[in-house]
């Protein structure tokens, strides 16, 4: 699945390989690949290959990451700071120096808090790196200044609240026991286009043990294509697939009840619970006819190394929590869980216990001050007194690692908002993104091989270093530098926690964690902290405090990672949360007015918006299109290729139709994320998303839009 190429004359020549270089990918991806760089000279890189001394990664890689060196050296790059000169959006800038850029900066957050008070200036940041101290050192100056506290709630929260709510901490089966596995479910990830390492244990168990590969979504997705079995869903509907599919074990004797009185809370009330929910009530939901739901049942409960491989995509809806949650519930149904190559797994981000207090300035955090709902942020800047949480407007922003103009729901919001002539951005980036065009000033960032980072992986069980392999171009500088030098312009850099390099800020958490240091660690590269098999396993009890797994959760009280703080409270309708397992109708159903349920899917060549600039990627993905069932669109006589308009009441947008009967009707899908320069009228697919909030903790449901379409 690596079909990397190289780059240019000097990758082709293996001559010109200097040295190998030794990393991590730093990319918003649970498999953080380990990686291998081949070091060119004049601080160039050629091939990017998976280190096959990985045991996770195991040689294997993205397509997109093995050509990194078409990103890395990419001639739109964005290489010196830019001071706005024109109306915001005209593109119209002059260059200068780095100083003078940090100099400006300073001067308007110090501006805006005389004017406002502290809580005026917003440091928005997210997953655009995954390195700690890259992404998480803007927490210090945050704290320092008592600039609004961000509510991270674009990725995790519903998917590890509902993992939360039933496991009680986020770690799992050891994710490389797949390959020991004889049933491999891969429920709600395409992985084969984003964690493409699932796909290698997963097919290694079908080859060395004849394992069968079950892929559950909403589509024909790359990985659905690679499944001995497929069910293909209705968006939202997992929850009761899921109860039909326990239904079954309970009614045929497949369920482990020896296990379940040990290990749950309730499983007599379950099994009462689940009474009718038969798979012909589950097939009026989701789509999946009742042969093929008792077929799944029979088989995961006769096969007791069945793995559930459970991804963050069939979260994203309004009932998310909830149908994680259901799907987990299968696997302690089975009993599963104790049998190597058994149980389920979709986080581990519990078990690596890095401590990044210092690195983020907690010495000074203050939960009181006022939230800001990240996937709220349209609603936040167009002056929203709920999303303003108490506090005053938002008149200056520093944009890390994330590009809202084009990745946040509401989109039209966040635009209006980003455009006011009264809010001063400035945006840290590596390229020209749809969130820098509307900046007043603009930093130019390096990329991962040209600074120091740690890494964590969430979908496997390592500490991965990234030292800085090459030199930057002249111009670009490290999110590191930019908090400290800002901080010393602030008035901060006396703080604690200021004033320390990459390299001693990873001392410092290597050595907590009993790992050594920086130079240590390069030699050994990354340290195994999977957990033992009885503790992944929960074999010593689950992770609340009786030991039992939660069929009945607290969806209000239990904790879990990113739930909100006290100050903002439960979120959404948590009155409609059921008492057990099940399906509840929180999604943004179809209606007469809106008949198409949209899901805005990853495609294979983009990782959110990153790699969007790459000539490769582009060429791959072709333009943005809609997929539709041809059923459905003879209905309203649309052709392959026809152009369509598809919108609901926050927006619309046009593009070409391909026809697809990969899915149920009534469903389409836009794979992406695209520019939103790449659409007809400039504006991305989450013009059409929403970002009210998910029950209970948060979260934005970026694949549950109803839409309607006409053709254009």
């Known amino acids: 699945m690596n079909d990397a190429t190289p780059i240019d004359s000097a990758a082709r020549d293996s001559t010109a390989v200097t040295a190998i270089g030794h990393s991590a990918c730093p990319h918003d991806c649970p498999s953080t690949c380990a990686l291998e760089v081949d070091l060119l000279a004049h601080n160039r890189i050629g091939r990017v290959r998976g280190d096959a001394a990985n045991s996770y990664t195991a040689g294997v890689i993205c397509a997109k990451v093995a050509r990194y060196a078409e990103r890395i050296h990419h001639p739109e790059r964005l290489l010196k700071p830019l001071i706005r000169s024109g109306a915001k959006g005209e593109g119209q800038w002059k260059q200068a120096s780095f100083e ?7 001067e308007k957050f110090e501006q805006a808090e005389a004017k406002f008070g502290s809580e005026t200036v917003w440091l928005n940041y997210y997953a655009g790196t995954m390195g700690l101290v890259q992404r998480d050192g803007i927490h210090r100056l945050r704290h320092a200044k008592r600039y609004s506290n961000q509510f991270d709630s674009f990725c995790t929260n519903m998917a590890w609240t509902g993992f939360a709510m039933g496991a009680g901490a986020m770690r799992g089966s050891d994710p490389r026991e797949m390959a020991k596995s004889d049933c491999v479910v891969i429920w709600g990830t395409n992985a084969v286009s984003t964690q493409v390492n699932v796909m290698t244990h997963a097919i ?14 909403i589509y024909d997705t ?8 497929k069910v293909l869903l209705k968006p939202g509907t997992d929850g009761a697939f899921a109860c039909a599919v326990m239904h079954v074990l309970f009614r045929e004797g497949l369920a482990d009840r020896d296990y ?55 979260t994203r809806q309004r009932n998310g929590a909830v149908n994680m949650h259901a799907a987990l519930s299968l696997a302690v149904c089975t009993g599963s869980y104790q049998y190597e190559g058994g149980g389920a797994f979709h986080s581990n981000s519990d078990i690596f ?16 001050l006022r939230w800001l709902d990240q996937s709220k942020i349209g609603r936040v800047l167009t ?29 039209r919001k966040v635009i209006e908002g980003l455009r006011r002539e009264d809010l001063f951005l400035a945006v840290h980036e590596q390229f020209m993104t749809d969130t820098a065009k509307l900046a007043d000033v603009i930093l130019p960032a390096t990329m991962f091989l040209e600074h120091d980072d740690i890494y964590r992986g969430g979908g496997h069980q390592h500490i991965m270093l990234g030292p800085k392999l090459i030199d930057p171009p002249e111009g670009p500088k490290p999110n590191h530098h930019v908090i400290e030098e800002l ?21 410092i958490m290597l050595e907590k964690r009993g790992l050594g240091d920086f130079d240590s660690f390069r030699s050994g590269k990354w340290a195994d902290v999977q957990s033992d098999f009885e503790t992944a396993h929960f074999l010593n009890g689950f992770a609340h405090k009786d030991g039992k797994y939660r069929f009945r959760p607290d969806w209000t009280g239990t904790p879990a990672a990113n739930k909100p703080p006290k100050r903002m409270g439960p979120q959404g309708p948590v009155e409609r949360l059921p008492e057990f397992p099940d399906h509840v109708e929180l999604i943004e159903s179809a209606d007469a007015d809106h008949p198409f349920r949209l899901a805005t899917s990853p495609s294979r060549s983009f990782l959110n918006s990153t790699f969007a600039e790459t000539s490769s990627s582009k060429s791959k993905e072709k333009r943005p299109e809609l997929l539709i069932h041809p059923e459905d669109a003879a209905s309203l006589g649309i052709a392959d290729g026809d152009r369509v308009r598809l919108g609901n009441v926050r927006g619309d947008l046009t593009m070409p139709a391909r026809l697809d009967s990969g899915q149920r009707r009534g469903v389409v899908i836009h794979e992406g994320l695209w520019p939103n320069s790449a659409f007809e009228n400039g504006e991305g697919i989450n013009t059409l998303t929403g970002a009210d909030s998910c029950a209970p903790y948060g979260g934005a449901a970026f694949h549950d839009t109803r839409v309607w379409v006409n053709k254009a």
């Open 100 to 106: 003078a850029a940090l100099d400006l900066i300073a």
């Open 204 to 217: 290694r168990a079908r080859k060395e043990r004849g394992a069968k590969i079950v892929v559950i979504d």
């Open 222 to 229: 790359p990985t659905m294509k690679q499944a001995d079995i």
């Open 260 to 314: 379940l009185n040990k290990f749950s809370d309730d499983p007599a009330g379950l099994e009462s619970h689940l009474h009718d929910r038969t798979p012909e009530w589950a097939e009026a939901i989701c789509g999946v006819p009742v042969a093929e739901i008792e077929a799944f049942a029979r088989m995961v409960g006769t096969t007791k190394r069945t793995f559930f491989r459970l991804g963050y995509g069939f």
């Open 353 to 368: 216990r890095l401590d990044k207090s210092l690195l983020e300035g907690r010495k000074h955090f203050d939960p009181g």
């Open 383 to 411: 002056g929203d007194a709920e999303a303003l949480d108490g506090g005053p407007p938002v008149t200056a922003m520093l944009v890390q690692n994330t590009n809202p103009a084009n990745v946040a729901p509401e989109q």
């Open 487 to 507: 901080g010393r312009r602030l008035g901060v850099a006396d703080r604690e926690g200021f004033g320390l390099s990459e390299r001693e800020h990873i001392d």
